[in-house]
């Protein structure tokens, strides 16, 4: 079963990447994505190591965005890829069936594809607009998450947790994304911003 709730990690350098996934593990993060497109291959394995034992500490898991070869020398809980990274099969065939892999989605026809590759989440936005990501996909709101989950259930497909992702502001965000269906949320800025709202995000998850 996963946690509902994932942390994407943010910070321009190493020493903020850290400290704010500290800040979360103290507030009761237990499941941390590392994100850090600025940096190169040997910032990012540092960082994941130093990471990876922080969480083992806190019991939380540790997965990474991309980087599926690193992940495997690591021994990392799993990795979030996205549309035009590694494909799942292949990380699947590198990581095992034990690891966790996530996929993101911008659209029905991307959750269909990422069901069909048998990922273990899905992270399906944006939401609304977030400065924490580049060269966003068309914003999908309330109403195409609640398209989205309809067509899910009217097509029978294959039950697999939608994360919603992207742009999740405040708690209100969070309270009207829950009543569309999804499983959890993955939030970056809001919790970099105020890393005790964690508690109140949880309890307002199913």
Known sequence: MLEKLQYISQGLTLADQKNNILKALD?????????WK????????????????????????CIINDHVQLAKELDVDGVHLGLTDCGI??????????????????????????IAEKCDYIGLGPYKHTYTKQKLSPLLGIAGYEHIIREIHRQELTPVP????????????????????????????????TPNIISSIKNLLP
Do not use: M, P
């Open 162 to 193: 939608i994360f919603a992702i992207g742009g999740i502001s405040s708690l209100e965000d969070i309270q009207r994304l829950t009543e569309t269906g999804v499983y959890g949320v993955a939030v970056s800025g809001l919790i970099t911003q």
């Open 27 to 35: 507030a009761g993060a237990i499941w941390i994505q590392i994100r």
């Open 89 to 114: 099969a292949e990380a699947r065939q590198l990581l095992g069936a034990a690891k966790i892999i996530g996929g993101t989605a911008n659209s029905l026809e991307d959750v269909q594809q990422r």
């Open 38 to 61: 600025q940096a190169d291959e040997s910032a990012f394995s540092l960082l994941a190591q130093q990471v990876l034992q922080v969480c083992q500490h806190f019991g939380a898991k």
